[in-house]
């Protein structure tokens, strides 16, 4: 008889094929409703599901996942995301499916079909999906071999299931399939019993996309919603959105000229216009005199490098689709550059090598010693020797390789160690244009980079420095809600670089210094960096999204791989650590996101604009120029509001302005060498001495005071992660 061990420790005997509704029913009533899903060794799977055909452990050590459980709601968008499936085929005619996977605070599904899907189309789907729910159907798990598969998708028309189960699938024997009334997916789970369990829903959105995301296959149309277990939930998580949406950096950068970004320059490359570019430069001042403070040298790298320097360092060709061209000094070097994209995956017959000599011939390159009969592994050597004999740069990817070289640069000794090299270097990124988003995702970007290069003895200190570091550059600007992600390598996963004892050590050690730090941390496999892994410091807003910022990165494996040395006590040469740390992450991004968490309205150390002096009358100018000039001496950046309007109107500008503080100057003010104060937060403040006002705003400003962040109390809503995770 099969045995179960709950999450308390509690051991039960259980009858062959039982699920964990089963027991749940064994427990109580009242449990089984509540129970949508199960965990088993960490793996989500349905509730209905025999426990045996899962896992042989004895006991099996099952989780029952209820509608309280955060894993619990991506199950029901997945589930959501096949009821809507479903409604759009009984509505739309010849409709192909492609895949209908959960995100972090939804769903979506890839359709094919004629009929363009709009906005207006959502109230008929979303009717048609609430009578699918209404009926309450299970969802019905069953299996077929390969052969058997492709001909059911084939039988339903859906021939990119058919496609994908040939290609995408061709290791799997078998495949797990979906059936939900007339309705048949083929899915690897897992769902909530049945449709009845979905009790909030809602389509936000249409957009358009491509069979597996590249632009070369078919388009499709991609159609997003949202599920909740309560509608109560579901109205929180909406308003939230709709907050965001007034947050959005792109539309208050351009209301209040923080940054463009122009066709004319390019997508993707921002802009920083003079109040932006204020903001970023204060930060930019604020993080280097502190790093000076803390031992970190100034240096600065070029753009480009030999794309040798990135082949050594891994990350060319490892990111090259996430990189610009190479840029040849020899007109045919991108001509020989993409004739070995050709041959290495092997697209290429005798017709188009042909064609490449022969185009190679007219620019200069005859090849005439090119080994036409030889395996491609020797025509990509004949190729690569010519390619290194010629001058060949990359836009720069990353700024560590350029820091190896300065510490390479000279003799070193243990004596010199650690070498805190820091760098605002900006890198490029050739992101795909529909992912391109404001300063949060752009091609061009500018990282508080500094690499750290320490003996193994130095590791654990300089990590714990550098993760205080991080927290005292967040505290600044008032960002003190964040969750630590140990982010490792995935031991199944062969994209990470170096041997498995360096990667071992420094997981193990990024663990023991956030262990003994006391922050709280969450380990994540399969998302280290590729040489190794990293602290990642997760970052909620004011109304609660979660963003990705600061980050301090171990590394072992740069240094083997560029063979760096120092001479230690002992006289000999070793080999010394590289600790990798950002903790604004980008400029663009950081102020992207700064934009939307204070809703453009900066504290005052930050604000482009801290102070504008508004006068009753013209006779009052004269005075306001010496009150400019007294903050103006006092490091402040002010402005006189000289516009012949009456006050009401200038405080009104300077509200919307978002400018922190107004100095008001009339008769009386003069009369007695001060101004009245009215606050952008408290409003009038009353009569100051321009002694007390400045005092007063230069506290406020050097102790980085953080008074109002413009919050939300809307919950952030979040589970069943961020990709395909259940579809093939």
């Given amino acids: 008889m099969p045995r179960i061990q709950l999450p308390d420790g509690t051991i039960q005997d259980i009858a062959d094929g039982s699920s964990a509704l089963d027991v749940a029913r064994g427990i109580g009533e009242r449990l089984a409703n509540a129970t949508v899903a199960a965990e088993i060794d960490g793996v989500i799977v349905d509730a209905n599901r025999p426990l045996t055909e899962v896992s042989d452990a004895d006991p099996i050590p099952l989780k029952l996942l209820t509608t309280r459980d955060s894993e619990a709601v991506g199950v029901l968008r997945h589930s959501c995301a096949h009821v809507m499936a479903r409604a759009v085929m009984r509505l739309f005619d010849g409709v192909g499916l ?30 048609e999906m609430q009578s699918i729910i209404k009926d ?29 189960i040939q290609t995408g699938l061709a290791d799997h024997g078998t495949l797990s399939f979906y059936r939900q009334g007339e309705f048949v997916d083929l899915c690897r789970g897992p769902h909530v019993p049945d449709a009845g369990r979905i009790k909030a829903f809602k389509l936000v959105s249409v957009a358009g996309s491509y069979w597996k995301g590249d632009s070369k296959n078919k388009r499709l149309q991609r159609l997003y919603g949202t599920a909740f277990f309560d509608k109560k ?22 209301q209040h000229g923080l940054f463009s970004i122009s066709p004319e320059v390019g997508s993707g490359l921002c802009l920083w216009l003079p109040k932006g570019a204020t903001v970023r430069a204060l930060l930019e001042d604020f993080i280097k005199q502190e790093l000076l403070k803390r031992g970190y040298q100034p240096v600065y790298s070029p753009h480009i490098g030999r794309a040798e320097l990135y082949e050594t360092s891994g990350h060319f060709p490892y990111y090259r689709d996430s990189q610009f061209a190479p840029i040849f000094g020899h007109p045919a070097g991108q001509l020989v550059d993409y004739w070995k994209q050709c041959l290495t995956a092997n697209e290429i017959d005798e ?40 001058e060949r740069y990359l836009l720069k990817p990353m700024n560590c390789p350029h820091h190896v070289q300065m510490y390479q640069a000279q003799p070193r000794s243990y004596r010199d160690l650690p070498v805190r090299l820091a760098e605002f270097g900006t890198v490029y990124r050739h992101e795909q244009s529909g992912e391109l988003n404001g300063m949060l995702r752009v091609r061009g970007l500018t990282q508080d980079d500094a690499h750290l290069f320490c003996t193994p003895e130095q590791v654990e200190q300089e990590f714990k420095e550098t993760l205080d570091l991080v927290k005292f550059v967040l505290a600044s600007v008032g960002l003190e809600n ?27 050690t990024l663990r023991k210094v956030l262990q003994e730090s006391g922050l709280e941390f969450t380990e994540c496999a399969g998302e280290a960096a590729f040489y190794g892994p990293k602290a990642d410091f997760m970052v ?6 979660e963003w990705q ?19 230690g006590s002992d006289n000999q040469t070793h080999r010394p650590v590289m600790i990798h740390r950002a903790p604004f992450g980008s400029m663009e991004r950081f102020v992207g996101m700064l934009i939307e968490h204070f809703a453009a309205a900066f504290p005052l150390w930050l604000a482009p604009e801290q102070i504008r002096i508004l006068n009753l009358n013209d006779e009052m100018l004269p005075f306001c120029e010496e009150v400019q000039q007294r903050f103006r001496q006092a490091g402040f950046r002010t402005s006189i509001d000289r516009q012949s309007a009456n006050v009401k109107k200038k405080i009104r500008d300077a509200q919307l302005d978002l400018v922190p503080y107004m100095l008001i100057v009339g008769p009386k003010d003069k009369e007695k060498g001060g101004v009245s104060v009215r606050d952008r937060i408290e409003g009038d403040l009353g009569f100051m001495s321009l002694d007390d006002a400045v005092a007063k705003l230069v506290q406020e400003r050097d102790e980085r005071t953080i008074r109002q962040v413009i919050k939300s109390d809307v919950k952030v809503f979040s589970g069943g992660g961020d990709g395909a995770e259940n579809e093939y």
């Fill in 549 to 567: 910022l600061g980050t301090v990165q171990l590394d072992y494996n740069l240094p083997e791989r560029f063979k760096l040395e120092y001479v």
């Fill in 482 to 508: 964040y969750r630590v992600q140990l982010s490792l390598r995935d031991p199944d996963s062969d994209k990470y670089v170096g041997s498995e004892d360096l990667w071992d050590r420094a997981e193990g």
């Fill in 351 to 390: 017709k188009v090598e042909k064609d490449f000599l022969e185009a190679a011939k007219d620019i200069g390159c005859p090849f005439e010693d090119f080994p036409k009969a030889g395996a491609n592994e020797e025509k990509l050597a004949y190729l690569s020797k010519w390619e290194k004999q010629q």
């Fill in 136 to 164: 309450s159907e299970p969802f019905e798990r069953f299996h077929l071999d390969r052969d058997e598969a492709v001909e059911l998708v084939t039988g339903l028309n859906q021939e990119l299931k058919a496609e994908h």
């Fill in 233 to 254: 939930d579901m109205k929180a998580y909406l308003e939230q959105v709709d907050e965001a949406k007034r947050r959005d950096h792109r539309v208050l950068g351009k």
């Fill in 540 to 545: 909620s807003d004011a109304i609660g999204r």
């Fill in 98 to 127: 492609a895949f209908g996977p959960t995100t972090g605070n939804g769903f979506y599904y890839d359709f094919d079909l004629e009929t363009p899907i709009s906005e207006e189309d959502f109230p008929r789907i979303e009717a």
